[in-house]
């Protein structure tokens, strides 16, 4: 993946990338990791390293072994094959309560018999903890999540968002090598989501604690991690930084995962180092991207390119490779953004988005209206699988 | 409150991760009352099983032959050849056991019906009411459930007796009085009194479940609120009313307080029987044999029951 | 299932409530009665609950059926409690389809048939009838009562919560009782309560398994009421439901609190 400066967007740390670098040693690694129950493998010889300080999420649609991965490192499941190391040593036969993790559940799991106070407590508690330091660390933790005036409170006396901050306090309190959160925003409304989403951030780069995030919302993945590990029937699928794994699938599984893709189907005919020329009965003058990898000629490829970097014509632009056309079929509009669904002629339909920069438009596009589409050829990435 | 409800996480792996033949903390816990229910129910049956093919003696305990361990496999083998089916036989040929396992069904099934038909309006209606107004009718229907059935019963031939209430209310209105204790009349009413909460809980609890939303949607396609009522509701509630008739079906059958105390000398039922088969007669292979034959016909509602049971629990 | 109710359904109520109750305070008001016949009112009075008092045979047999209620209950909810646990949470395993059966069989099975087998089986190993063996017979009728009642209760509980607790350090057991026994303890007192009850109530059981010396209330009220009715049982079973009824309602009201906390 090096060698190619347009991907250098949007990094929140691009300096922080012990994962680039060949000495570091991974606080966390899983080793060939598998699980199955019954006849079904859930987790399918996983290998992944975690470093020190990271926001690491596991994302992908339900059942697709993300959870059951976090399980294993949390002690909860036994892996069947491979081995996972916490700072070098192995976890293998540890209960959950020897663990240095601790996690934060999706559904919470608060206490309900026990006030916010002694539900943060109780990992303090365990570690037998003098009472002068564990009410100092509660104290501590309430402000941290600015829940200081409900510390007596019970569970069932909170709202979803106060819920969900006193579940976090009470994993962070016991101070963990790492911290677990299996879908931590999922019982959120959006817009408490959003905001969470970036107090989680700040709040991890506050403690400098590592994090591990499973989660089937991209956006939320995208908005926290320093990485993203997509996952697919018990296999990682990719794993990057989030603009990586956005503007370079690998796959078209990943392009389709995250975010709205537009998929071409097309044969090889033309690679002059840098640019690749394809064939599709969908493009009449043919199509082109930028590619470093080689492809065999002749071979089927697919064109994977975004709906916001698709550009909608009402008069024809000049003839030349990656021009479509069509009519608009169905027209959403979001506010911030237009999605216009445009029909090819051979029938499929392709999605196009425009920002909506200004309030008026001179010529707006309207159903039924003949429109051509096209996009420049380093907007479209070509895969192989 | 700005929450949609945390959702409960599904483990559809449960139980399946573990490697064969290594039982969980939870299963060993389980350990306990198993072997508890198999040394004082399972066995148990396997006696009464053994005691009804022996023969009656006049001795403590009155049954032959008896199984002496210290003449070893010889003694284990005359023991199983002195078994014989002479109990069931007399049964056979006695026609007051028949007319006894008969008159028992069809006790048991008629106050089946007349339960059903007494019990689901009311637990219909108490599914219409306010929530709260619900919750005190529930409390109000459980609470006899746990008041002592012998006194229960006995309420009844207070006012049930010739010179009981009933009649002296009857003669108040100026009707004639009427002789009910001691009949099948009397026992019927018992039956469906001491049963009727056993019927309208788990009515109840299939009725109060049903949405509001589907009975309008019923309305809004056009049904009246009785073909609503049989379209919609009643289909919906039978797995309540297959639980509650089961419920009471079952021990009815075998039922003997209530045929007792309320019931005449001709009243004839098995849990009867069994009683004065091994109390009075001190016949201990003939009760035994009684025991066997009404848990053999018992055998395929009991199983009934038990699916369902199993179901209603992992279902919620 | 809103919209209130009709007046069918009003009518359904008021009918099922009055033949519910109706026998039960009939029996309450006439155990005041001074006269002894049962249809005379002959003017409020106390004098059978004195009597009751006096009679040491009926202050024996309470004592029993009380000691035998207490231990049988306390018993059949520890062993319950660990069937609901296994039924609930141990998945499958072998035995299973048999475990469930027998907790389940006895909620339905008729007691003469309990009471007889469990006799047989007291009989053929030489134990003599008494307190034991009625209490034993007691726990075997009344744990699976209690096994429902806590199974019901475990299966709308969250495992996470747990889990939760081994993730931040306590081993297994202390998580059982740290977390998941306080959360479950109003299941398992109710369904003590109601084991307590259900053996205090007991009459067919006891009759096959108790022994001289050990003959419980039920047993003596059964032989008196075989003799007709009398004022005298009429006062003991106002105190047994008044009894039954005050625990009942308060445990209920319990609860209700429980569920509704203040904001």
């Given at each position: 993946?090096?060698?190619?400066?347009?991907?250098?967007?949007?990094?929140?740390?691009?300096?922080?990338?012990?994962?680039?670098?060949?000495?570091?040693?991974?606080?966390v690694?899983?080793?060939?990791?598998?699980?199955?129950?019954?006849?079904?493998?859930?987790?399918?010889?996983?290998s992944?390293?975690?470093?020190?300080?990271?926001f690491?999420?596991?994302l992908?649609?339900?059942?697709?072994?993300?959870?059951?991965?976090?399980?294993?490192?949390?002690?909860f499941?036994?892996?069947?094959?491979?081995?996972?190391?916490?700072?070098?040593?192995?976890?293998?036969?540890?209960?959950?309560?020897?663990?240095?993790?601790?996690?934060?559940?999706?559904?919470?799991?608060?206490?309900?018999?026990?006030?916010?106070a002694?539900?943060?407590?109780?990992?303090?508690?365990?570690q037998?903890?003098?009472?002068?330091?564990?009410?100092?660390?509660?104290?501590?933790?309430?402000a941290?999540?600015?829940?200081?005036?409900?510390?007596?409170?019970?569970?069932?006396?909170?709202?979803?968002?106060?819920?969900?901050?006193?579940?976090l306090?009470?994993?962070?309190?016991?101070?963990?090598?790492?911290?677990?959160?299996?879908?931590?925003?999922?019982?959120?409304d959006?817009k408490?989501?959003e905001?969470?989403q970036?107090?989680?951030?700040?709040?991890?780069?506050?403690?400098?604690?590592?994090?591990?995030?499973?989660t089937h919302?991209?956006e939320?993945?995208?908005?926290?991690?320093?990485?993203?590990?997509?996952?697919?029937a018990?296999?990682?699928?990719?794993?990057g930084?989030?603009?990586?794994?956005?503007?370079?699938?690998?796959?078209?599984?990943?392009?389709?995962?995250?975010?709205?893709?537009?998929?071409?189907?097309?044969?090889?005919?033309?690679?002059?180092?840098?640019?690749?020329?394809?064939?599709?009965?969908?493009a009449?003058?043919?199509?082109?991207?930028?590619?470093?990898?080689?492809?065999?000629?002749?071979s089927?490829?697919?064109l994977?390119v975004?709906?916001?970097?698709m550009?909608?014509?009402?008069?024809?632009?000049?003839?030349?490779?990656?021009?479509?056309?069509g009519?608009?079929?169905?027209?959403?509009?979001?506010?911030?953004?237009?999605?216009?669904?445009?029909?090819?002629p051979?029938?499929?339909t392709?999605?196009?988005a425009?920002a909506?920069?200004?309030?008026?438009?001179?010529?707006?596009?309207?159903?039924?209206?003949?429109?051509?589409?096209?996009f420049?050829?380093?907007?479209?990435?070509?895969?192989?699988? | 409150?700005?929450?949609?409800?945390?959702?409960?996480?599904?483990?559809p792996?449960?139980?399946?991760?573990?490697?064969?033949?290594?039982?969980?903390?939870?299963?060993?816990?389980?350990l306990?009352?198993?072997?508890?229910?198999?040394?004082?129910?399972?066995?148990?049956?396997?006696?009464?099983?053994?005691?009804?093919?022996?023969?009656?003696?006049?001795?403590?305990?009155?049954?032959?032959?008896?199984?002496?361990?210290?003449?070893?496999?010889?003694?284990?083998?005359?023991?199983?050849?002195?078994?014989?089916?002479?109990?069931?036989a007399?049964?056979?040929?006695?026609?007051?056991?028949?007319?006894?396992?008969?008159?028992?069904l069809?006790?048991?099934?008629i106050?089946?019906?007349?339960?059903?038909?007494?019990?689901?309006?009311?637990?219909?209606?108490?599914?219409?009411?306010?929530?709260?107004?619900?919750?005190?009718?529930?409390?109000?229907?459980?609470?006899?459930?746990?008041?002592?059935?012998?006194?229960?019963?006995?309420?009844?031939?207070?006012?049930?007796?010739?010179?009981?209430?009933?009649?002296?209310?009857?003669?108040?209105?100026?009707?004639p009085?009427v002789?009910?204790?001691?009949?099948?009349?009397?026992?019927?009413?018992?039956?469906?009194?001491?049963?009727?909460?056993f019927?309208?809980?788990?009515?109840?609890?299939?009725?109060?479940?049903?949405?509001?939303?589907?009975?309008?949607?019923?309305?809004?396609?056009?049904?009246?609120?009785?073909?609503?009522?049989?379209?919609?509701?009643?289909?919906?509630?039978?797995?309540?009313?297959?639980?509650?008739?089961?419920?009471?079906?079952i021990?009815?059958?075998?039922?003997?307080?209530?045929?007792d105390?309320?019931?005449?000398?001709?009243?004839?039922?098995?849990?009867?029987?069994?009683?004065?088969?091994?109390?009075?007669?001190?016949?201990?292979?003939?009760?035994?044999?009684?025991?066997?034959?009404?848990?053999?016909?018992?055998?395929?509602?009991?199983?009934?029951?038990?699916?369902?049971?199993?179901?209603?629990?992992?279902?919620? | 299932?809103?919209?209130?109710?009709?007046?069918?359904?009003?009518?359904?109520?008021?009918?099922?409530?009055?033949?519910?109750?109706?026998?039960?305070?009939l029996?309450?008001?006439?155990?005041?009665?001074?006269?002894r016949?049962?249809?005379?009112?002959?003017?409020?009075?106390?004098?059978?609950?004195?009597?009751?008092?006096?009679?040491?045979?009926?202050?024996?047999?309470?004592?029993?059926?009380?000691?035998?209620?207490?231990?049988?209950?306390?018993?059949?909810?520890?062993?319950?409690?660990?069937?609901?646990?296994?039924?609930?949470?141990a998945?499958?395993?072998?035995?299973?389809?048999?475990?469930?059966?027998?907790?389940?069989?006895?909620?339905?099975?008729p007691?003469?048939i309990?009471?007889?087998?469990?006799?047989?089986?007291?009989?053929?190993?030489?134990?003599?009838?008494?307190?034991?063996?009625?209490?034993?017979?007691?726990?075997?009728?009344?744990?699976?009562?209690?096994?429902v009642?806590?199974?019901?209760?475990?299966?709308?509980?969250?495992?996470?919560?747990?889990?939760?607790?081994?993730d931040?350090?306590?081993?297994?057991?202390?998580?059982?009782?740290?977390?998941?026994?306080?959360?479950?303890?109003?299941?398992?007192?109710?369904?003590?309560?109601?084991?307590?009850?259900l053996?205090?109530?007991?009459?067919v059981?006891?009759?096959?398994?108790s022994?001289?010396?050990?003959?419980?209330?039920?047993?003596?009220?059964?032989?008196a009421?075989?003799?007709g009715?009398?004022?005298?049982?009429?006062?003991?079973s106002?105190?047994?439901?008044?009894?039954?009824?005050t625990?009942?309602?308060?445990?209920?009201?319990?609860?209700?609190?429980?569920?509704?906390?203040?904001?």
């Amino acid at each position: 993946m090096n060698g190619k400066p347009r991907l250098n967007i949007g990094a929140v740390r691009s300096s922080f990338a012990p994962w680039a670098d060949p000495s570091a040693k991974p606080l966390v690694r899983f080793d060939q990791v598998t699980k199955r129950f019954g006849s079904e493998t859930a987790v399918d010889a996983v290998s992944l390293d975690i470093y020190e300080g990271e926001f690491f999420a596991l994302l992908g649609p339900s059942g697709c072994g993300k959870s059951t991965l976090m399980r294993m490192l949390a002690g909860f499941e036994t892996p069947d094959l491979g081995r996972i190391t916490l700072g070098g040593e192995d976890l293998a036969g540890r209960p959950p309560h020897l663990r240095p993790v601790n996690m934060m559940f999706q559904s919470y799991a608060l206490f309900p018999h026990l006030t916010v106070a002694q539900n943060i407590a109780f990992g303090l508690r365990q570690q037998k903890k003098p009472k002068d330091e564990i009410a100092a660390r509660v104290d501590e933790m309430l402000a941290l999540v600015r829940l200081e005036g409900l510390a007596h409170r019970k569970p069932d006396q909170l709202s979803g968002g106060q819920k969900q901050r006193v579940a976090l306090a009470r994993a962070i309190a016991p101070k963990p090598r790492m911290l677990l959160l299996d879908e931590p925003l999922g019982a959120l409304d959006r817009k408490l989501r959003e905001e969470t989403q970036f107090e989680l951030m700040a709040l991890q780069q506050r403690l400098g604690m590592t994090f591990l995030i499973v989660t089937h919302d991209q956006e939320e993945a995208m908005i926290t991690a320093d990485r993203i590990a997509v996952m697919r029937a018990g296999q990682l699928a990719q794993i990057g930084r989030p603009a990586e794994v956005y503007e370079a699938p690998n796959s078209r599984y990943v392009a389709d995962f995250i975010g709205d893709v537009n998929l071409f189907e097309a044969k090889v005919t033309e690679d002059d180092g840098d640019i690749i020329r394809l064939v599709s009965p969908e493009a009449p003058d043919g199509l082109e991207a930028i590619e470093d990898d080689e492809i065999a000629l002749g071979s089927t490829a697919w064109l994977a390119v975004r709906p916001e970097k698709m550009r909608v014509h009402l008069d024809p632009p000049p003839s030349g490779p990656n021009r479509l056309e069509g009519t608009v079929a169905d027209i959403g509009y979001l506010g911030d953004w237009t999605t216009y669904l445009v029909e090819l002629p051979g029938g499929r339909t392709i999605r196009a988005a425009r920002a909506n920069a200004a309030r008026v438009v001179d010529r707006p596009v309207d159903w039924d209206d003949k429109v051509w589409l096209t996009f420049a050829p380093d907007s479209a990435v070509v895969l192989t699988r | 409150m700005s929450v949609t409800g945390a959702p409960r996480p599904r483990r559809p792996w449960k139980g399946l991760g573990r490697p064969r033949g290594q039982p969980s903390s939870e299963a060993r816990a389980a350990l306990a009352p198993f072997l508890w229910l198999a040394v004082f129910f399972l066995i148990p049956f396997l006696l009464v099983a053994k005691l009804s093919l022996s023969d009656v003696v006049l001795a403590i305990p009155p049954y032959a032959p008896q199984l002496d361990w210290s003449d070893g496999l010889p003694g284990l083998i005359a023991f199983v050849r002195a078994l014989d089916f002479e109990a069931y036989a007399r049964m056979g040929q006695d026609g007051l056991y028949l007319a006894a396992y008969l008159s028992s069904l069809k006790f048991a099934a008629i106050a089946t019906f007349i339960l059903l038909l007494v019990g689901y309006p009311l637990a219909y209606g108490m599914a219409k009411c306010r929530p709260t107004v619900r919750q005190a009718l529930l409390m109000a229907v459980i609470l006899p459930f746990w008041t002592s059935f012998l006194i229960r019963v006995y309420a009844w031939i207070a006012i049930l007796k010739p010179a009981g209430l009933l009649n002296m209310a009857l003669e108040q209105i100026g009707l004639p009085p009427v002789d009910i204790l001691n009949t099948d009349t009397a026992v019927y009413i018992g039956l469906v009194y001491a049963y009727l909460p056993f019927m309208v809980l788990p009515l109840y609890a299939v009725l109060e479940r049903q949405e509001a939303g589907l009975l309008e949607a019923a309305a809004d396609l056009g049904c009246t609120p009785f073909q609503t009522f049989w379209r919609v509701t009643f289909p919906l509630s039978l797995p309540g009313v297959a639980a509650g008739a089961l419920l009471c079906f079952i021990p009815m059958v075998g039922e003997f307080v209530i045929p007792d105390l309320l019931g005449g000398s001709g009243t004839l039922m098995l849990g009867k029987t069994i009683w004065t088969e091994f109390f009075s007669n001190r016949d201990w292979p003939a009760a035994s044999a009684v025991a066997i034959v009404l848990l053999a016909t018992l055998v395929i509602p009991i199983l009934l029951f038990q699916r369902q049971q199993t179901k209603m629990m992992e279902q919620r | 299932m809103r919209r209130g109710p009709s007046a069918f359904n009003i009518a359904a109520i008021v009918l099922g409530m009055g033949f519910l109750y109706l026998p039960i305070v009939l029996l309450v008001i006439y155990s005041f009665n001074e006269s002894r016949l049962v249809t005379v009112w002959g003017g409020f009075s106390t004098r059978w609950y004195t009597s009751l008092f006096q009679n040491e045979q009926l202050l024996a047999a309470a004592w029993v059926t009380l000691r035998v209620a207490f231990v049988s209950a306390t018993l059949a909810t520890i062993l319950g409690t660990l069937a609901a646990l296994g039924l609930v949470r141990a998945g499958r395993f072998r035995g299973r389809t048999l475990f469930s059966s027998m907790t389940y069989a006895p909620l339905v099975m008729p007691e003469v048939i309990l009471g007889l087998s469990l006799l047989l089986l007291f009989v053929s190993v030489g134990v003599a009838r008494g307190f034991w063996t009625v209490m034993i017979a007691h726990t075997t009728l009344t744990l699976c009562y209690a096994t429902v009642v806590v199974q019901a209760r475990l299966v709308s509980f969250d495992e996470a919560l747990e889990e939760a607790a081994r993730d931040l350090g306590a081993p297994p057991w202390k998580a059982f009782t740290l977390v998941t026994l306080p959360n479950i303890a109003p299941a398992v007192a109710a369904a003590w309560m109601l084991a307590f009850t259900l053996s205090l109530d007991d009459l067919v059981i006891a009759s096959f398994t108790s022994g001289p010396g050990a003959t419980t209330l039920p047993i003596r009220i059964y032989s008196a009421v075989r003799l007709g009715v009398s004022p005298e049982i009429n006062a003991i079973s106002t105190l047994l439901i008044g009894l039954v009824a005050t625990g009942v309602i308060a445990a209920y009201l319990l609860n209700m609190r429980r569920r509704t906390p203040g904001r």
